[in-house]
């Protein structure tokens, strides 16, 4: 949220950038920060969940103003070019506030593979964007439904490849540590 109280200089403009600068006026609250997820945990008895973390100190935010959890997520990629995905800021933010509350990861999950290394990378579950919505537009509700049952036996396969029985049980021992002897492939970079 932090980010977002940076001072954008009014302008009107007839650029992509330009109007760009204007739609985020128009759309974001740029007084919004910390104190306000306070105020909100003070009158809502629910869950919390702050999505879009991509940061340790933004994690620790989160937490001290009362979140019951987090998303580390970089919206898929289409706000900021060049910033970090989730998964490659997952175990930075796990080290900082890990056992604080829930951590899921979002951004490029595409197959059962993929849930198996954000859980064995330490996240609590991890969450589809894009793929839904491509299953849903190349064949309606039939289509997500399938592809839900593929990303589900390829998760299966996944599992009995690498030996592993239960899903709590994934974790970083499962990653590929550089040495070729483990079962998957490096996050480094992953999912942009
Ligand atoms: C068309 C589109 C619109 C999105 N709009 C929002 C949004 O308004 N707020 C938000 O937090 N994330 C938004 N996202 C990001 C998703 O919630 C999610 O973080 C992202 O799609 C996950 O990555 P994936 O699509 O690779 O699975 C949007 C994503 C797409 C593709």
Redesign the pocket.
Same mark, same amino acid.
């Given at each position: 949220m932090g980010h977002f109280s940076v001072e954008i200089t009014p302008h009107t403009g007839s650029t992509l950038n330009e109007n760009q600068q204007a739609w985020i006026r128009e759309n974001f609250d740029c007084s919004t920060n910390w104190a306000d997820l306070a105020w909100v945990r003070s009158i809502w008895p629910g869950k919390i969940i702050i999505?879009?973390v991509l940061c340790s100190e933004d994690a620790k935010a989160a937490f001290d103003a009362g979140a019951d959890g987090i998303?580390v997520?970089?919206?898929?990629?289409?706000?900021l070019d060049g910033v970090s995905s #989730?998964i490659a800021a997952l175990s930075g933010v796990l080290d900082a506030v890990g056992g604080r509350g829930s951590v899921w990861v979002? @951004? #490029?999950?595409?197959s059962g593979l993929d849930v198996l290394k954000a859980l064995a990378a330490g996240a609590d579950g991890c969450?589809? @964007?894009?793929?839904w919505?491509f299953a849903l537009a190349a064949g309606g509700e039939q289509q997500v439904a399938a592809m839900l049952r593929t990303l589900k036996a390829e998760l299966r396969v996944a599992m009995t490849l690498t030996g592993c029985k239960v899903l709590r049980n994934a974790d970083r021992s499962l990653l590929d540590k550089g040495s070729g002897s483990l079962p998957l492939t490096s996050l480094e970079g992953y999912?942009r």
């Open positions: 999505k879009g998303i997520s970089n919206h898929g990629g289409r706000q #989730g979002d @951004g #490029g999950i595409r969450l589809l @964007g894009r793929a919505a999912a």
